[in-house]
T-cell receptor, first 112, second 117 residues
Framework: GESVGLHLPTLSVQEGDNSIINCAYS??????FIWYKQESGKGPQFIID?????DKRQGQRVTVLLNKTVKHLSLQIAATQPGDSAVYFC???????????FGKGTKLSVKP | DAGVIQSPRHEVTEMGQEVTLRCKPI?????LFWYRQTMMRGLELLIY????????DSGMPEDRFSAKMPNASFSTLKIQPSEPRDSAVYFC???????????????FGPGTRLTVT
């Protein structure tokens, strides 16, 4: 599959454990944030989003937390499964045209 | 729905050759984006079309890169002449929305892995 990075930060967790992936964003004016999942050989896939007027948003097995004071996002995955193994990117929406600005990504590896 | 379709999936070419990457957005989508992904720079936006019109090409690296969208169902990204530093995975994405809202809902294709030797 496509290699998205050999030098990405890597998080290794045991199947069934919870995972927390962190991201720092750059622009304090960004008002919308998205987490993407990228599996080997595929394009990024939307997981969950959050607006800047919220601190927390929950989806199915995933929760995103936003701390605007320190410009930090986190993605929590409950009961991590082997199918969650992928590279995870945070993205912020900036500019008048709404360009997506992606973070560097974190590789999640789930051990069975 | 077939999703965003990109071709070829893999391209290997020699330095100096022309390379054309192709994208078919999801039917009915009004915005189209070309991204480049490398180990060093991550995912970067190259150019963005809204209703077939280029809106923001500030991410296009240099004059060797050009992109067209002759109709709502087809776009190309051309590199001429290609150089080894152009080696990357190139993604196309489309959105039903336009303007700022297009960023909220983008669907990515599987990418084209380009290797320039």
């Amino acid at each position: 599959g496509e290699s998205v990075g050999l030098h990405l930060p890597t998080l290794s967790v045991q199947e069934g454990d919870n995972s927390i992936i962190n991201c720092a964003y750059s622009n304090s004016a960004s008002d919308y944030f998205i987490w993407y999942k990228q599996e080997s050989g595929k394009g990024p896939q939307f997981i969950i989003d959050i607006r800047s007027n919220m601190d927390k948003r929950q989806g199915q097995r995933v929760t995103v937390l936003l701390n605007k004071t320190v410009k930090h996002l986190s993605l929590q995955i409950a009961a991590t499964q082997p199918g969650d193994s992928a590279v995870y990117f945070c993205a912020e929406v900036g500019g008048s045209q709404g360009n997506l600005i992606f973070g560097k990504g974190t590789k999640l590896s789930v051990k069975p | 729905d077939a999703g965003v379709i990109q071709s070829p999936r893999h391209e290997v070419t020699e330095m100096g050759q022309e390379v054309t990457l192709r994208c078919k957005p999801i039917s009915g989508h009004n915005s189209l984006f070309w991204y480049r992904q490398t180990m060093m720079r991550g995912l970067e936006l190259l150019i963005y079309f809204n209703n077939n019109v280029p809106i923001d090409d500030s991410g296009m690296p240099e004059d060797r890169f050009s992109a067209k969208m002759p109709n709502a169902s087809f776009s190309t990204l051309k590199i001429q002449p290609s150089e080894p530093r152009d080696s990357a995975v190139y993604f196309c994405a489309s959105s039903k929305k336009t303007g700022r809202q297009a960023a909220y809902e983008q669907y990515f294709g599987p990418g084209t892995r380009l290797t320039v030797t």
